[in-house]
């Protein structure tokens, strides 16, 4: 018997979810089913009433949790002492390479919170050698692996172009844009490669004159009419502006998942403190129109 298992147990019996008690801990519902079922081979008990889609607890499973709420309880507020009393002055190592300025904003409010933190930022794209990295904000991806997962923000990637422009208000077909020109940001980013995999999926490479990091230059270079800008919002999201619209593409269905990642080893201290603040957050209320 594990105090990990225990703490799988008391979360799920508190929320009477096992998803809930994973999200909690930042693993796999799987993690915390299994777990707490080797828990219950261990008693020789059952803990919980299993139904389709919901489980919950049997007079086995309040008996322990009473028990274990008085356990943890004191348990918690001695580590919490005992924590007030360590500084730790390491730096959050970040590594960014999706939806930078939503990331940025919430760090400068974390700061904002905590001036004494240290947090160090990259952008780089090219850098392969995340291991140096204690928190790292990406695309959903199999490079992580030696990393802990927590998806953050589903999301769409959606044309855009200005009021003035000849294509608003027409129905249209990716295919027929294969002589337009687009706008998008860096050849590393995810706008861009979202793009270049949907045109190419109807087999067309998309021509575009101007790449743009810029969110200002970007803004206004849509604005004018000389290309189709692409941009990344909730689903269902209202994003249309006074001088933009979305371009009414039903075939370009571009859907990104953007995820955190973290070092399990380093998830302890300021580290961990950033990473439950930052998990906390709604990205999603942190958008623009457009996103790089």
Same mark, same amino acid.
């Given at each position: 018997?594990?105090?990990?298992?225990?703490r799988?147990?008391?979360?799920?019996?508190k929320?009477?979810s096992?998803a809930?008690?994973?999200?909690?801990h930042?693993?796999?519902?799987?993690? *915390?089913s299994?777990a707490?079922?080797?828990?219950?081979?261990?008693?020789?008990?059952?803990?919980?009433?299993?139904?389709p889609n919901?489980i919950t607890?049997?007079?086995?499973g309040k008996?322990?949790?009473?028990?274990?709420?008085?356990?943890?309880?004191?348990?918690?507020?001695?580590t919490?002492l005992?924590?007030e009393?360590?500084i730790?002055?390491r730096?959050v190592?970040?590594?960014?390479?999706?939806a930078?300025?939503e990331?940025?904003r919430?760090?400068i409010?974390y700061?904002?919170i905590?001036?004494?933190?240290?947090i160090k930022?990259?952008?780089s794209s090219?850098?392969?050698d995340?291991?140096?990295?204690?928190i790292?904000?990406?695309?959903?991806?199999d490079q992580?692996?030696e990393?802990?997962?927590?998806?953050?923000i589903h999301?769409?990637l959606?044309?855009?172009?200005s009021?003035n422009?000849?294509?608003?208000?027409?129905?249209? =077909?990716?295919?027929q844009?294969?002589n337009?020109?687009?706008? =998008? =940001?860096?050849?590393?980013?995810?706008l861009?490669?979202?793009?270049?995999k949907?045109?190419?999926?109807?087999?067309?490479?998309?021509?575009?004159?101007?790449?743009c990091n810029?969110?200002?230059?970007y803004k206004?270079? *849509?604005?004018?009419?000389?290309?189709i800008?692409?941009?990344?919002?909730g689903?269902?999201a209202?994003i249309? =502006?006074k001088?933009?619209?979305?371009?009414d593409?039903?075939d370009?269905?571009?859907?990104?998942t953007?995820?955190?990642?973290?070092?399990?080893?380093?998830?302890?201290?300021?580290?961990?403190?950033?990473?439950n603040?930052?998990?906390?957050?709604?990205?999603l209320a942190?958008?623009?129109?457009?996103?790089?």
């Amino acid at each position: 018997m594990e105090i990990l298992q225990l703490r799988y147990f008391y979360d799920s019996a508190k929320y009477e979810s096992f998803a809930k008690a994973a999200q909690k801990h930042m693993v796999p519902t799987t993690s *915390v089913s299994a777990a707490v079922k080797r828990l219950e081979k261990e008693l020789n008990c059952l803990l919980f009433d299993r139904f389709p889609n919901r489980i919950t607890l049997n007079d086995n499973g309040k008996r322990l949790l009473h028990s274990l709420s008085i356990v943890f309880g004191e348990l918690d507020g001695v580590t919490s002492l005992l924590s007030e009393q360590f500084i730790d002055t390491r730096d959050v190592n970040i590594l960014v390479r999706a939806a930078r300025q939503e990331f940025t904003r919430v760090v400068i409010e974390y700061k904002k919170i905590y001036p004494h933190s240290n947090i160090k930022l990259s952008f780089s794209s090219h850098d392969e050698d995340y291991h140096n990295y204690d928190i790292i904000f990406d695309e959903n991806s199999d490079q992580y692996s030696e990393y802990i997962r927590n998806e953050q923000i589903h999301t769409e990637l959606y044309l855009i172009v200005s009021k003035n422009h000849p294509l608003n208000g027409k129905q249209l =077909t990716l295919k027929q844009l294969s002589n337009e020109s687009f706008i =998008t =940001t860096s050849e590393d980013s995810s706008l861009y490669t979202g793009l270049l995999k949907a045109c190419k999926r109807v087999g067309f490479t998309p021509k575009i004159p101007i790449f743009c990091n810029d969110m200002q230059c970007y803004k206004e270079c *849509v604005e004018a009419g000389i290309g189709i800008g692409v941009c990344r919002a909730g689903r269902k999201a209202n994003i249309s =502006t006074k001088t933009f619209d979305v371009l009414d593409v039903p075939d370009f269905v571009v859907n990104q998942t953007l995820c955190i990642y973290y070092n399990q080893q380093a998830n302890y201290g300021n580290v961990s403190h950033f990473l439950n603040y930052i998990i906390k957050k709604n990205f999603l209320a942190y958008r623009d129109m457009l996103t790089l």
